[in-house]
């Protein structure tokens, strides 16, 4: 039986998400950063949590994690990089280490920039990518912890999985991320449309999440920083990859 995944709204404008198994009756956590509607969801659900996966240490994304635990009794994965920063994990995990959940691989990137160890998570048989504060749709995060050549190198990683694969990040900034990516890239059509469906999705009150690897490649400008178009869009013909994505992740921070 294939998992499934829910996102289940959390805070102001996070997004955590909800594993689940409908015939184990099981399910993990990914970025609980409350966990009240975490554990309400389990429940209508009928599924017990048994696992929280964490990306990273900031408190909208942990938060919730130790109530959850404590009505649960569930594992606790992050990343290994940030085991001093993040309390009760049960065990941690860097890139290339093979992880299960609910009995499925998952695969661990490290994909630094936004936090130092920061983690992205992907489940192949669900066709699931959970980016965290890495990749956003149209978007990424803001460079807390790391430079400009720390997230160009995470984001094009993440660019190696299959085009298909949903993207389930930790925000819903879509919007705003669209109103400056219509700054960068004028004559981009795919993005163009993709600017007019969230816009549509948006004002009904519908999340943007998921996206896909595909179309964050063809629409989202910190993917498409090696691409002659992008630099040609910002006067940067020429430059190096990581200098587009520099001038592009400094020009969205004064936004
Ligand atoms: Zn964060
Ligand atoms: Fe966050």
Same mark, same amino acid.
């Given at each position: 039986?294939?998992?499934? @995944? ?5 805070? /102001? ?13 099981? +399910? ?43 009505? #649960?009794?569930? /594992? ?31 695969? @661990?990137?490290?994909?630094? =920039? ?27 995060? %803001? ?9 160009? /190198?995470?984001?094009?990683?993440? %660019? ?22 219509? #700054?960068?890239?004028? =004559? ?16 009904? =009150? ?18 498409? +920083? ?13 430059? +190096?990859?990581?200098? @587009?994505?520099?001038?592009?992740? /400094? ?5």
């Amino acid at each position: 039986m294939a998992l499934k @995944v829910e996102l289940v709204p959390v805070l /102001s404008d996070n997004y955590s998400y909800l594993i689940y198994d409908e015939d184990q009756k099981k +399910a993990a956590v990914v970025d609980p950063g409350e966990a009240g509607p975490l554990l309400v969801r389990a429940q209508e659900r009928g599924v017990s949590i048994e696992q929280v996966l964490l990306t990273h240490h900031h408190g909208d994304h942990i938060e919730g994690t130790a109530e959850i635990v404590a009505a #649960t009794g569930c /594992s606790v994965v992050g990343p290994a990089y940030e085991a001093s920063k993040i309390s009760g994990m049960t065990e941690t995990v860097s890139e290339g280490d093979h992880l299960e959940v609910l009995g499925e691989k998952a695969e @661990v990137f490290h994909v630094p =920039g936004h936090t130092q160890g920061h983690i992205a998570i992907s489940i192949a048989s669900a066709n699931a990518l959970f980016s965290g504060d890495s990749l956003f749709v149209l978007g990424c995060g %803001r460079l807390f912890e790391g430079g400009p050549a720390d997230m160009w /190198s995470a984001l094009q990683k993440l %660019r190696e999985l299959p085009d298909e694969t949903q993207v389930f990040c930790g925000h819903e900034y879509t919007l705003a991320n669209a109103k400056f990516c219509a #700054t960068i890239e004028q =004559g981009n059509a795919a993005l163009t449309d993709r600017i007019a469906e969230i816009e549509a999705l948006r004002e009904k =009150g519908l999340p943007t999440i998921p996206s896909t690897i595909g179309v964050e490649k063809a629409t989202n400008p910190f993917m498409r +920083a090696d691409q002659a178009n992008v630099a040609e869009s910002i006067d940067m013909v020429g430059a +190096a990859a990581v200098e @587009v994505f520099a001038e592009i992740r /400094s020009r969205k921070d004064s936004f």
